[in-house]
């Protein structure tokens, strides 16, 4: 098999409020057959959510917990996804699923982005079944309650949650 003559890189997109340890999972899978991923923090996220964390606290968070993963670049994004993309010269979306109700919520968004953009391709991947059931706004749900998050976010992320909070 010849060598790729580009470097084969994908867009994980997301609100990333924060990135917990299931999208960690997600990244660390992708660059089992990608060379790079560019973890992308919208700032126009589709589905109306309250935020924690601004998009800027969001990226500073992303790149401490990939500082020793220089395959790994985060970067914000305003917009239409596939215009980011195509911008980047990315034509790999990926995306986590984690139960069969993400499904029609991501099959929608494949769905339109591939119409906006053809060419443009949405890959699901499992996380692993430690993370099946974790999302960002439950683990801030967890940590305002005063619940142990430990387990589904990195030290840095901990921190920082409890710090915000506590500032609230
Ligand atoms: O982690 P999330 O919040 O489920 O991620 C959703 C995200 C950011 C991937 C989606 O809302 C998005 O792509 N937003 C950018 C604007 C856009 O392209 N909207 C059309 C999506 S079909």
């Known amino acids: 098999m010849s060598p ?3 470097p084969q890189l994908a867009i ?8 917990t340890r299931g999208h960690e999972d997600i990244v660390r899978r992708t660059l089992r057959f990608c060379d790079g991923v560019v ?4 700032h126009h996220a589709t589905q109306l959510k309250h935020g924690l964390f601004s998009v800027g606290e969001r990226l500073e968070l992303i790149q401490q917990v990939f500082d020793d993963d220089e395959r790994i670049e985060a970067v914000a994004f305003s917009g239409l996804l596939v215009d980011f993309a195509r911008k980047r010269e990315i034509n790999l979306i ?4 984690r139960a069969v109700s993400d499904f ?3 099959f929608q968004m494949a769905l339109m982005n591939r119409d906006l953009q053809p ?8 996380p692993d079944a ?11 749900e967890v940590a305002a309650l005063g619940g142990d998050i ?3 976010v990195a030290p840095v992320v901990q921190k920082q949650i409890l710090q915000k909070l506590g500032e609230q």
């Open 150 to 152: 430990s387990a589904f």
């Open 130 to 140: 430690r993370y099946s059931f974790l999302s960002a706004s439950l683990v801030r």
């Open 12 to 19: 994980y997109p997301g609100s990333f409020d924060p990135i």
């Open 94 to 97: 990926v995306r986590g699923l």
């Open 104 to 106: 029609e919520y991501e």
């Open 119 to 126: 060419g443009i391709e949405t890959l699901f991947l499992a």
């Open 39 to 42: 973890v992308a923090v919208s």
């Open 4 to 6: 790729r003559a580009r």
